[in-house]
């Protein structure tokens, strides 16, 4: 059964911490992304990955940042968080478009519930 | 830039009907497009997959249909039960955007015993 995990469901923090979130998928999938879903935004993507070492910004991409340093993991990192990054964030992982293939599925996370105090 | 629309934001229906959610995209296109499932406070959970070459998809109770031509995708769900009431989204990935997929807001639905 395919699975993407996150380290953590719910987390709470204070105003200028350094946050950490992490994403592990153990499809071999190139491509991994993060996301932010907030009311009335929808899903919005803030960074992605399509191969180890390799980042890519998505359409918000300020205030974050992420690192790819194996295939299976994809951590986004919140420098100095900041209420107004109080957000669901959910990770994601799919294989690349090629032509011949089939499946190219995007599996998501359960997602982290953070929260900045 | 691709932009993804999903009509109703909610529906409400009773339990045993049955009922079609859409979605609407700009740019045909088209890799593929996926319908999801979202519980409140959870994760998405992939449904269906069409490849830009299908004009359909069937899982169980639940249809797919694409059609590239006009921009839209469909996703019946025969027979409603309670257990259905979730958000629905449908994420377009484009031929030019590697990887990448847009995803609309969601419609709501609630099915009532």
């Known amino acids: 059964d395919v699975k993407v995990t996150q380290s953590s469901r719910y987390l709470v923090k204070r105003t200028g911490e350094k946050v950490f979130l992490e994403c592990v998928q153990d499809?071999?999938?190139?491509?991994m992304f993060w996301y932010r879903q907030d009311p009335g935004l929808g899903l919005r993507l803030i960074y992605f990955?399509?191969?180890?070492?390799?980042?890519e910004k998505g359409d918000i991409p300020e205030g974050y940042s992420v690192s790819r340093e194996k295939k299976e993991r994809f951590s986004l990192i919140l420098e100095s968080a900041s209420t107004n990054q109080t957000s669901m964030y959910l990770c994601?992982?799919?294989?690349?478009?090629?032509?011949?293939?089939?499946?190219?599925?995007?599996?998501f996370g359960p997602g982290t519930r953070l929260t900045v105090l | 830039k691709q932009e993804v629309t999903q009509i109703p934001a909610a529906l409400s229906v009773p339990e045993g009907e049955n009922l079609v959610l859409n979605c609407s995209f700009t740019?045909?296109?088209?890799?593929?497009l996926q319908w999801f499932r979202q519980d409140p406070g959870k994760g998405l959970t992939s449904l269906l997959l069409?490849?830009?070459?299908?004009r359909e998809q069937t899982s169980g109770r639940l249809n797919a249909s694409l059609d590239k031509s006009s921009g839209r995708s469909t996703l019946y769900i025969a027979a409603s039960q309670p257990g259905d009431s979730a958000t629905y989204l449908c994420?377009?990935?484009?031929?030019?955007?590697?990887?990448?997929?847009?995803f609309g807001d969601g419609t709501t639905l609630t099915v009532k015993p």
């Open positions: 994601a992982s799919s294989s690349p478009p090629l032509a011949g293939v089939v499946h190219n599925e995007q599996f």
């Open positions: 499809m071999d999938h190139e491509n």
């Open positions: 990955s399509y191969d180890v070492k390799m980042k």
């Open positions: 740019d045909s296109a088209i890799y593929n």
């Open positions: 069409i490849q830009s070459s299908q």
């Open positions: 994420a377009v990935r484009t031929s030019t955007n590697a990887g990448k997929s847009t």
